[in-house]
């Protein structure tokens, strides 16, 4: 299904959901396999973070630490807010970042 398809389509919450955590169990079993210490050892930086849903599931999971990074301060303010009221209070940091020759873009 292509972009275009998606706004031509209703799809329903419950796809887009169940979407989320199929690519959140993919990228648990992915950092378990590639993790060069024990899961509850390992910290990660999240580049492109959003809103940080699957920072959530993965925290969830026992992940030891996240670094959430985005260019829109907005979306991490969303992270933020999301991960203090799940309890992960010292399990996660964020930070504004924009890659090089990314452009800043003002959102």
Known sequence: MTLLDC???QISWVD???AK????LFLEKFIL???PADYEKTSLVDFGTG?????????????KF??????????????????LKGGFDERF??????????????I
């Open 7 to 9: 706004q031509s389509e």
């Open 16 to 18: 887009i959901c169940l």
């Open 21 to 24: 955590i199929t690519l959140s």
């Open 33 to 35: 396999k590639n993790s």
């Open 51 to 63: 809103t940080g849903s699957y920072i959530v599931e993965l925290l969830k999971s026992g992940l």
């Open 66 to 83: 996240a670094m959430c990074t985005d260019f829109s301060q907005i979306m991490l303010d969303k992270c933020e807010a999301k991960l």
């Open 93 to 106: 940091g964020v930070k504004k970042v924009c890659l090089p020759n990314s452009g800043e873009r003002k």
